[in-house]
């Protein structure tokens, strides 16, 4: 087993660096909505799983049926990825201002707000399962089953680690989804938006007296989550070519284990989390097998919870805002 795990490091390694960039960048968006109204939004599963249909969008109206290369590649992921952000972002949004923003005006309870989510996470599944789309790639195709991507990139090998190689899609997902984990960074800890969004976090009751508008820092939190949550869809898309109506029952717990191991409230955390857990579930998977790769996930999920509730980095984004 020992040697087994010697000869799968690398590939395991890599798969679980994709797998972890995507957690995390789905985490982002659990991890900056608790920070700002310590909420979970578990709907944020489907912003996710509408980014991947979003996503898919691009290359059906396009009727690319074939793999791409060079500027036609680049061009076409980035259309992809622009609009997994702008259906998840807006679908983050309208479920901001129609699920939980009556409750946040009238003071509803926590407990509300997770009954809320969760209601919306169940409709916006099964609206997307009744959905039919005719002809996508020849072939008529609707959500309740699963909808397959025409491979728009080769699978080459880009390079070599300790002989075991590296595929194309393992380094866009990576290198995209670090690059707009930097670009979030950045955004919320030097830019005008960023600060509204730590005030609020810290103290709501103060940030009013300073003149934040807390609907507008809200709504740009769900609007900033969603975003992210749609660059995931678009990556999961581009690296695995497939989506249907509960792929982000799946994700959305995985991010969320990521959040909390991470620190949720924490972007950094998020980060880490969801690198950390795409690894160990990937390692783990060596010596216990693919099947268990879920059981794996979820464990570290309980004993986080268990051993260390603030998670790795702890909860940031409420207690070191300056």
Do not use: C
């Amino acid at each position: 087993m020992f040697n087994d795990f010697i000869n799968q490091f690398w590939p395991s390694t890599v798969d679980g660096l994709a797998f972890g960039s995507i957690y995390a960048l789905i985490a982002l968006g659990y991890t900056m909505v608790y920070g700002v109204l310590r909420l979970i939004n578990f709907a944020h599963s489907e912003v996710f799983m509408i980014g991947t249909f979003g996503a898919m969008f691009v290359p059906f109206v396009l009727g690319i049926n074939s793999a791409l290369t060079g500027l036609a590649l680049v061009g076409v992921i980035v259309l992809m990825i622009l609009a997994g952000m702008l259906a998840s972002a807006g679908t983050a949004v309208a479920l901001e201002r129609i699920a939980y923003r009556p409750l946040r005006r009238r003071g509803a309870s926590r407990l509300a707000a997770l009954i809320s989510a969760i209601g919306a996470s169940i409709f916006l599944q099964e609206l997307f399962a009744l959905i039919v789309i005719p002809n996508v790639f020849d072939r008529p195709q609707q959500g309740r089953i699963q909808m397959a991507l025409p491979q728009i990139m080769e699978r080459t090998d880009l390079f070599s680690i300790a002989g075991h190689p590296v595929k194309l899609h393992q380094v866009v997902v990576v290198v995209a989804a670090v690059g707009m984990m930097i670009v979030l960074d950045r955004l919320v800890n030097g830019t005008k938006i960023g600060r509204g969004i730590r005030a609020t976090a810290q103290n709501p009751e103060a940030a009013v007296l300073m003149g934040v508008n807390i609907d507008s820092v809200v709504r740009m939190t769900f609007l900033i989550g969603g975003g992210m949550a749609g660059v995931a869809g678009a990556l999961y898309l581009i690296a695995y070519e497939n989506t249907n109506y509960y792929i982000g029952f799946l994700f959305g717990i995985k991010a969320f284990t990521a959040a909390v191991l991470g620190g949720i409230g924490n972007l950094r955390g998020a980060l880490v989390g969801g690198v950390t857990l795409g690894l160990v579930e990937n390692y783990g998977a060596i010596f216990f097998g693919s099947d268990w790769k879920h059981v794996i996930s979820f464990t570290i999920l309980v004993l986080v919870l268990m051993f260390r509730p603030t998670g790795i980095l702890g909860e940031s984004l409420q207690q070191a805002r300056a």
